[in-house]
């Protein structure tokens, strides 16, 4: 059973452009929710993550929003640049997951220059 | 700080044949976990530990063996390889469970052929 849905599976962005991706999911008792960002070659590192006590979460060029009642999150990366093109996973977390993190399928983001 | 470290990097198997991938972490991590990556699949957890000879399953363990007899490693154990565990393993780790950050290792590329 897929717990988290993660949309587009793949993007194309402008560099300049905004990159959005999307992350649904199902099991009310996720109460962590972190993006990963891998490169080519390298494993996946913690980029930002988000607590459902807050709406949104901003570090630098990256923001979480969240909207707990549509179990929705969403990753925008304001005026996207080559070197981010990667491939980003969102996860969730909760207690009855036993501190198991639960992964979306992948966005793989591509900025052309 | 080497971080999480994993042995080989790539690696070619014969269906039936057996292998251990080596995992290590220098950061005195209680947590260390096991991932498969498929393309369009995300990240599958294989098994997880939580302690020094405390293992545990995760969402994808058949055809996997686990052991973790010390902090610092946790080695991943292929029995009987079958083509459909041609994969990129990842090892990680995290200080506590769920709401921390996990911090991966460089990957395994693996072909069962």
């Known amino acids: 059973q897929q717990q988290v849905k993660q949309s587009p599976q793949s993007l194309i962005v402008q560099k300049g452009g905004i990159s959005i991706i999307n992350c649904a999911y199902e099991n009310t008792a996720f109460d962590y929710f972190p993006w990963y960002q891998q490169f080519p070659g390298k494993g996946p590192a913690l980029l930002i993550a988000?607590?459902?006590?807050?709406s949104e979460k901003k570090e630098g060029r990256f923001t979480i929003s969240f909207n707990k009642s549509a179990k929705q999150f969403s990753l925008h990366i304001m005026d996207s640049q080559p070197g981010d093109s990667a491939t980003y996973f969102c996860?969730?977390?909760?207690?009855?997951?036993?501190?198991?993190?639960?992964f979306g399928q992948g966005t793989e983001l591509s900025v052309k220059p | 700080n080497a971080g999480v470290t994993q042995t080989p990097k790539f690696r070619i198997l014969k269906i039936g044949q057996s292998m251990t991938l080596q995992c290590t972490q220098d950061m005195n991590h209680n947590y260390m976990y096991w991932y498969r990556q498929d393309p369009g699949m995300g990240l599958k957890l294989i098994y997880y530990s939580v302690g020094a000879g405390i293992t545990d399953k995760g969402e994808v363990p058949n055809g996997y063996n686990v052991s973790r007899s010390t902090t610092e490693d946790f080695p991943l154990r292929l029995e009987l390889a079958a083509p459909s565990q041609t994969s990129v393993y990842f090892c990680?780790?995290?200080?506590?469970?769920?709401?921390?950050?996990?911090?991966f290792g460089p990957g395994t590329r693996l072909t069962v052929t």
């Open positions: 990680a780790s995290s200080r506590v469970a769920g709401k921390y950050e996990q911090y």
């Open positions: 996860a969730a977390s909760g207690y009855n997951q036993g501190g198991k993190l639960i």
């Open positions: 988000i607590r459902p006590d807050v």
